[in-house]
């Protein structure tokens, strides 16, 4: 098993920006990739952005390139997001997620662990 703690979410104006914290416990050599989902509300679960655990390779949703940033301390065990320029749309709840398989990274259905979710809201 594999716990996840997020933390940074926040109220922040249009154009600030936010770090997200993801710290990993358990068995977290069996993890492959983590990832950052968000859900507003009325709205389904979707990927924001993903990094696998070894080697660093990270991919965004087009709706944050440029803007967001995963990255990972392995020695931490802790995957970040660092989410600049920030929008209204941008306000949702935030998840990690960690998964232990070769999956399509854009799919929830492919992480195995979740967080319990950090708020993220951002005022016009």
């Known amino acids: 098993q594999v716990q996840l703690v997020e933390s940074g979410g926040g109220l922040v104006q249009a154009g600030g920006s936010l770090r997200l914290s993801c710290a990993a416990s358990?068995?977290?050599?069996?993890?492959?990739?983590m990832g950052w989902f968000r859900q507003a509300p009325g709205k389904e679960r979707e990927f924001v952005a993903s990094?696998?655990?070894?080697?660093?390779?990270?991919y965004y949703a087009d709706s944050v390139k440029g803007r967001f940033t995963i990255s990972r301390d392995n020695g931490k065990n802790t995957v970040y997001l660092q989410m600049n320029s920030l929008k209204p749309e941008d306000t949702a709840v935030y998840y990690c997620?960690?998964?232990?398989?070769?999956?399509?990274?854009?799919?929830?259905?492919?992480?195995?662990?979740w967080g319990q979710g950090t708020q993220v809201t951002v005022s016009s």
């Open positions: 997620a960690a998964g232990r398989r070769i999956t399509t990274v854009t799919m929830a259905s492919g992480y195995d662990y």
């Open positions: 358990g068995r977290t050599s069996s993890i492959y990739r």
């Open positions: 990094i696998r655990w070894s080697v660093g390779t990270t």
